[in-house]
């Protein structure tokens, strides 16, 4: 039998999906880029202790996911920032590309999500900052 975060993997690499969340037979998925999808559960305790398969995780999606206070986190790509905060908020994960930083769309910058979140550590800061 597949575990849950496998099972979440699978379905964001084959379903075309950016985010995918599960918790014991519930399954979120979103087709949305960005942080939108994830903002939108900021202030829900019902992933408590889920799995989350997401397309690009940077440190600012890694605080709303301590935020969320998921278990594990796959991420196809995932920043050395992200992965120091999934860590810290002790967040099992795997990923298939680790880089140094996340760019804004067009390359030419830094991403604005990671750049507002730059010197936060606390996930509740984030989201509040984030939501602006």
């Keep these: ?62 605080l709303l996911f301590a935020k969320l206070k998921v278990s594990a986190v796959y991420a196809e790509v995932l920043s050395k920032s992200g992965a120091r905060v999934l860590e810290s908020n002790d967040i099992a994960y795997r990923y298939n590309k680790c880089v140094g930083s996340l760019l804004n769309s067009e390359g030419t910058d830094y991403c604005p999500y990671e750049k507002a979140v730059k010197d936060i550590a606390d996930p509740d800061e984030a989201v509040i900052i984030l939501k602006k």
């Design 1 to 62: 039998m597949i575990d849950e975060l496998t099972y979440a993997q699978q379905m964001l690499t084959r379903g075309g999906y950016t985010l995918v969340i599960c918790s014991g037979g519930h399954v979120h998925i979103s087709e949305e880029g960005g942080l939108d999808s994830l903002l939108e559960f900021s202030d829900s305790t019902q992933w408590e202790g889920a799995v989350a398969a997401d397309k690009v995780v940077g440190k600012a999606a890694a």
